[in-house]
């Protein structure tokens, strides 16, 4: 039996439909990326969206793919932060009723950390994260074993966090898991592209990356050229274009590049797409299947979750998407 335990920001997604980009332009948010704000960001943008309709769910990206995975069968533990309030203890509850192992350290006069998700009439999410309480990872650190799992999913955002993720990436090496690793944002990528390099590099076995972010990493437009640039570095490597679907490569497999088309899906909010993508490549992977169809897989939970609002997929249509 593979066991899998995420790490990232343990958050609560507050999702809010927007007319349009405007809010964006005024709190200096970059469409389609990931920005912090502070408490008093947190107030202003939180004043700004009285009497827009808002929904409420899980989230955290390596949280999601958890998530997700735990609904699929799969044994799954989660490390993350919270406050001690109801928010931290919505995201723990959760957790727990999926079956998933929480190994959550609660601090003190700290808020849970929430992803302000504002979605624009064009389907994009951006986001606006106060992380609170999330990036105090170090008590929940030293309480798991990492030697209790076989894999570990890790997210980009946490290289905004001041966490050392390279002695996290080490550690894990070191207690034999296999790594994968999604890039998360393109503007973390550019902003810490040395680190990233060096980790994907030197510790990790599977690299996750959409077409925004690959383009960032190896500064090629064309998804097929930036790809075969990540591979260079891992053991396996996906780019996600999209609708169109995604591409992979794998060391295994030499120079061949695999492809799996998208499905046509009614797009009802993109939040979460990659992370379930990532659930269901690394739920087929585990499961002993081909590369080609790792990547169905996960084209096919991320076009259920993209047909819901945020994470809300029911759980028997999930494990049904699956099924072949």
């Known amino acids: 039996m593979t066991k899998i335990i995420g790490i990232g920001n343990a958050l609560v997604d507050v999702l809010v439909y927007l007319p349009d980009e405007k809010l964006l332009n005024e709190m200096s948010l970059p469409k389609g990326g990931m920005s912090h704000i502070d408490r008093k960001g947190l107030m202003r943008l939180r004043q700004r969206l009285v009497g827009f309709p808002v929904e409420r769910a899980t989230g955290g990206s390596a949280a999601?793919?958890?998530?997700?995975?735990?609904?699929?069968?799969?044994?799954?533990?989660?490390?993350?932060?919270?406050?001690?309030?109801?928010?931290?203890?919505?995201?723990?509850?959760?957790?727990?009723?999926?079956?998933?192992?929480?190994?959550?350290?609660?601090?003190?006069?700290?808020?849970?950390?929430?992803?302000?998700?504002?979605?624009?009439?064009?389907?994009?999410?951006?986001?606006?994260?106060?992380?609170?309480?999330?990036?105090?990872?170090?008590?929940?650190l030293k309480e798991v074993n990492l030697s209790d799992y076989d894999l570990l999913h890790i997210e980009g955002y946490l290289l905004q966090d001041g966490v050392q993720l390279g002695e996290i990436l080490k550690a894990a090496k070191a207690a034999g898991l296999t790594v994968s690793y999604d890039l998360a944002s393109w503007n973390i990528v550019l902003n810490h592209h040395a680190l990233i390099t060096e980790y994907i590099r030197d510790y990790v076995d599977i690299a996750f990356a959409n077409e925004e972010e690959a383009a960032a990493f190896c500064g090629q437009k064309d998804p097929e050229m930036?790809?075969?640039?990540?591979?260079?570095?891992?053991?396996?490597?996906?780019?996600?274009?999209?609708?169109?679907?995604?591409?992979?490569?794998s060391r295994a497999t030499g120079d061949e590049i695999f492809f799996a088309p998208g499905l046509e899906r009614k797009v009802v909010d993109t939040t979460a797409a990659g992370d379930f993508f990532a659930a269901g490549f690394l739920h087929g992977w585990i499961h002993g299947k081909t590369l080609a169809t790792?990547?169905?897989?996960?084209?096919?939970?991320?076009?259920?979750?993209?047909?819901?609002?945020?994470t809300k997929v029911e759980a028997e249509r999930l494990r049904q998407c699956l099924k072949d």
């Not at 990540?230 to 591409?247: E, F, N, P, Q, Y």
């Open 226 to 249: 930036a790809l075969r640039q990540l591979a260079a570095l891992t053991d396996i490597a996906v780019v996600k274009v999209g609708k169109r679907g995604a591409m992979g490569m």
């Open 294 to 310: 790792c990547m169905s897989y996960g084209n096919r939970t991320a076009a259920e979750v993209i047909q819901v609002i945020g």
């Open 64 to 140: 999601n793919t958890i998530h997700a995975m735990a609904v699929l069968g799969d044994t799954t533990g989660v490390i993350g932060a919270v406050g001690d309030d109801e928010t931290g203890r919505f995201f723990a509850e959760q957790a727990q009723n999926r079956g998933i192992e929480t190994h959550l350290a609660v601090v003190a006069n700290e808020q849970t950390g929430t992803a302000n998700t504002l979605i624009t009439p064009d389907h994009e999410r951006t986001f606006a994260t106060h992380l609170g309480a999330a990036v105090q990872l170090g008590e929940a």
